[in-house]
């Protein structure tokens, strides 16, 4: 299922596995719980389907989220232009390619952007990305988008400080690059 607490508002989308008697069984609420009877749910196979075309879903998911922070960013570093970022991504939502409900999202949140200061830049993996790299990988099907949004999950998350402090030192050590102290907390 996906669509988070807006899913009860506008529906849920359902990825629904089992055998067709489960499925005929559970239609009349999936037709209930979905954006609207006819769509927004399917029955995608056996048991198991359901759960790996949500798995996937949410790969996919990570690796959108990604491209959105990381062309924002580069947008937002661009300081010369005085770019309006929240007007950007409010005309990007009307004719654009990238147009999307995320990008709904960060349209309206952007409106109100200082209220990025009071947010703590970690990102946390709920498990469904890493599981999808896994699989990704078990398959030996290239998924190096989802894999790398997965990796930056990470790295929001501290878990690259002791390389980036080896990376640092290295870079310092062979090329006389500066190596930035730590701040003290």
């Not at 849920?12 to 999936?30: R, V």
């Not at 048991?47 to 062309?71: C, L, R, T, V």
């Not at 099907?141 to 997965?150: F, G, Q, R």
Request: aromatic fraction near 8%.
């Amino acid at each position: 299922m996906s669509g988070g607490i807006h899913g009860l508002a506008n529906g849920y989308c359902l990825m629904l596995g089992g055998t067709p008697k489960s499925i005929e069984i559970f239609e009349p609420y999936a037709r209930i719980l979905a954006p609207a009877p006819e769509r927004g749910w399917l029955h995608c196979g056996p048991s198991g389907a359901g759960h790996f075309a949500k798995m996937i879903h949410n790969g996919i998911e990570y690796g959108m989220m990604q491209a959105y922070a990381e062309g924002l960013s580069v947008l937002k570093a661009k300081s010369e232009f005085g770019l309006d970022l929240a007007a950007i991504t409010e005309m990007w939502r009307h004719g654009s390619v990238v147009r999307s409900w995320l990008l709904d999202l960060i349209a309206d949140f952007l409106r109100n952007e200082h209220a990025l200061e009071t947010i703590k830049p970690l990102v946390a993996d709920s498990g469904e990305g890493r599981w999808t790299a896994i699989e990704a990988v078990e398959l030996g099907v290239p998924a190096p988008v989802m894999s790398l949004a997965l990796m930056a999950r990470f790295a929001s998350q501290g878990q690259d400080d002791y390389a980036s402090k080896l990376l640092a030192m290295m870079r310092a050590s062979f090329g006389g690059h500066v190596a930035h102290a730590a701040e003290n907390k």
